[in-house]
């Protein structure tokens, strides 16, 4: 070895040992996971795309597959996001601090009109929330006795890993169970087409679905007038089945994670949600 190679020598080790950037050496790649929400789904795909667009160094992988599956993988740690159109349980929030050792945190990203959808052809323009829950527990069968025209109604919708299914459960059939004849679908798409094609169909789902069919009005009761959902009465909270979109992580988020929440709660992330069809959240 001549004298003349031990300093080319010498400085590469020492950049070996140190940790030294390489020259050109680009940014840490990183991948994010996200995953849950049916109703969500379209958003956060939307929300990945433009941030990688934005950020080529990170990977954001969006999974449906029902706010309950998106809860669990959080709990067992196979998703740092996880996307859900319902608020999580007290007991699955105890679930994720028993084993992960920190709280559930949440986000609210997006808002929401549960919207109860009919065929185009139906002369029906608005329910009761109690004709509502009377129908999906099939103690109404015929349109008939809600001012419709003589006819079966047939009874569609989400399965019960959905967040929309547990949302719709609570707050309009009083927590009572779905009819036997009620038929649960693995997407909300799926539940648009079928009512879509079924002239005494009825289902729900988020507003962003919508598509082909006709969006009912919805009264508190007998008492009340019916009220569309729109932007503005879901904002004043007049529409009485608005709810929130969330975004959950384990413990606060931090690096990647927390740089993708930032932006999607930014002007620009909010676009996406009124590209997506649904409505954007106000700002305090």
């Known amino acids: 070895m001549t004298k003349r190679?031990?300093?080319?020598?010498?400085?590469?080790?020492?950049?070996?040992?140190?940790?030294?950037?390489?020259?050109?050496?680009?940014?840490?790649?990183?991948?994010?996971?996200?995953?849950?929400?049916?109703?969500?789904?379209?958003?956060?795909?939307?929300?990945?795309?433009?941030?990688?667009?934005?950020?080529?160094?990170?990977?954001?992988?969006?999974?449906?597959?029902?706010?309950?599956?998106?809860?669990?993988?959080?709990?067992?740690?196979?998703?740092?996001?996880?996307?859900?159109?319902?608020?999580?349980?007290?007991?699955?929030?105890?679930?994720?601090?028993?084993?992960?050792?920190?709280?559930?945190?949440?986000?609210?990203?997006?808002?929401?009109?549960?919207?109860?959808?009919?065929?185009?052809?139906?002369?029906?323009?608005?329910?009761?929330?109690?004709?509502?829950?009377?129908?999906?527990?099939g103690e109404i069968t015929n349109w008939k006795d809600v001012g419709g025209t003589a006819g079966n109604i047939i009874l569609y919708g989400r399965d019960n890993s959905s967040g929309t299914y547990d949302y719709m459960k609570e707050h309009v059939l009083g927590k009572k169970d779905f009819s036997d004849k009620y038929q649960s679908l693995p997407g909300t798409g799926a539940v648009v087409n079928a009512v879509a094609q079924d002239k005494g169909g009825i289902g729900y789902g988020g507003i962003g679905f919508a598509a082909d069919i006709k969006l009912l009005s919805v009264a508190t009761d007998d008492k009340t007038p019916p009220v569309e959902p729109t932007r503005e009465n879901v904002l004043n909270r007049s529409y009485p089945i608005s709810r929130e979109l969330y975004w959950y992580t384990a413990g606060q988020p931090t690096g990647a994670a927390k740089a993708l929440i930032d932006f999607v709660l930014s002007s620009e992330g909010q676009k996406v949600v009124e590209e997506k069809g649904f409505f954007t959240v106000q700002k305090s």
């Not at 995953?35 to 795909?45: A, E, N, P, Y």
């Not at 433009?50 to 196979?78: C, F, N, R, W």
């Not at 999580?88 to 920190?102: C, F, G, N, P, T």
Request: aromatic share 4%.
């Open 5 to 137: 190679m031990l300093p080319l020598l010498l400085t590469v080790s020492v950049a070996l040992l140190t940790g030294c950037p390489q020259p050109n050496a680009g940014p840490q790649h990183e991948t994010l996971t996200v995953k849950g929400s049916d109703t969500m789904s379209d958003i956060g795909k939307g929300w990945a795309e433009a941030y990688m667009k934005a950020h080529p160094e990170v990977s954001i992988q969006v999974t449906p597959g029902g706010s309950g599956v998106g809860i669990a993988a959080l709990i067992d740690g196979t998703t740092q996001i996880c996307q859900a159109s319902r608020a999580m349980k007290d007991s699955e929030k105890e679930a994720l601090k028993a084993k992960r050792m920190v709280d559930a945190v949440e986000t609210a990203v997006a808002l929401d009109a549960l919207s109860i959808y009919v065929n185009k052809d139906n002369p029906i323009k608005s329910l009761t929330i109690e004709q509502a829950g009377k129908i999906f527990r």
